[in-house]
């Protein structure tokens, strides 16, 4: 089972962009696509985009389409969520996830078999 290992927490201004990496310690190609998840102060885990590992589809929650983009890179192991135009709301912990089955939904956490630490992402209005 793979580790997960997120990096690129920051904090930024209302507006600027932001990109965190999720780095597996093994192969990734295997797996079926990697999440990211984000839990801000007093409320719960929220989905916030999955990414296919093979083909690289996208599929964002409409909080942030047009704004977030995930991308891979499955040489390195690694996946990586680009953030443009943030908003104060975005302010939270984000976690990545990786799912091995193409099964059930990509909202649901529970087919997240491995999960990184959480990398802490605050945007000042």
């Known amino acids: 089972q793979v580790q997960l290992t997120e990096t690129g927490r920051g904090l930024v201004q209302s507006g600027s962009s932001l990109r965190l990496s999720c780095a597996a310690s093994g192969r990734i190609f295997s797996y079926y696509t990697m999440g990211w998840f984000r839990q801000a102060p007093g409320k719960e885990r929220e989905f916030v985009l999955a990414i296919t590992i093979a083909g690289g589809n996208s599929y964002p929650t409409d909080s942030v389409k047009g704004r977030f983009t995930a991308s891979r890179d499955n040489a390195k192991n690694t996946v990586y969520l680009e953030m443009n135009s943030l908003k104060p709301e975005d302010t939270a912990v984000y976690y990545c996830?990786?799912?091995?089955?193409?099964?059930?939904?990509?909202?649901?956490?529970?087919?997240?078999?491995?999960w990184g630490q959480g990398t802490q992402v605050t945007v000042s209005s």
């Open positions: 996830a990786i799912r091995p089955l193409p099964y059930g939904t990509h909202e649901d956490e529970t087919n997240y078999s491995s």
